[in-house]
């Protein structure tokens, strides 16, 4: 078998960690040997060469994995830092531009600032309230201050 088909082998059928970081590295690393098997040519030994326009890396592609490399930090930040700098009501709104969903804060005070200046503020009775980052329904303003408290490490 070949050193490219092992890794990625090796890699499918690794057990889920233990930790939520753990688990994003299992997963990167999943993700990394599928897509340099995908490059990789079955077969033969004859090596085919490629046109010069196909060696070049798109740009858009870089953009692209720069992104989800960033976001993928930053929900990483709102489960692991006690208290966090990046907004994780932002961080889960799809809608906003990339840079607004993992801004992060000077400090932790200035989240707070934030959350309740744009989040806690505008939130009217009868509302629905949703944890977009952890796909959960909360029930009012005061299991969204404690959630987000407990969860994401932002004090209000």
Known sequence: ?????????????????????????????????????????????????????????CPQLLAADAEKQALSNATLLVFKEKRSTVCFVCLGEGSL????????????????????????ANIREGDRIRCKVCRMSLDNKAHLRNYAHRIHGTVS
């Open 97 to 120: 531009p990339f840079e607004k969903r993992v801004y992060s804060f000077a400090s932790s005070g200035d989240l707070t600032k934030h959350f309740k200046r744009k989040h806690l």
């Open 1 to 57: 078998m070949p050193p490219i088909q092992k890794r990625l082998v090796e890699t499918v059928m690794t057990l889920p960690g233990t930790t939520i970081e753990d688990e994003f590295r299992r997963r990167n690393a999943t993700i990394d040997a599928v897509a340099d098997y995908c490059h990789f040519q079955e077969g033969g030994a004859v090596a085919m060469r490629l046109p010069a326009q196909a060696k070049q890396v």
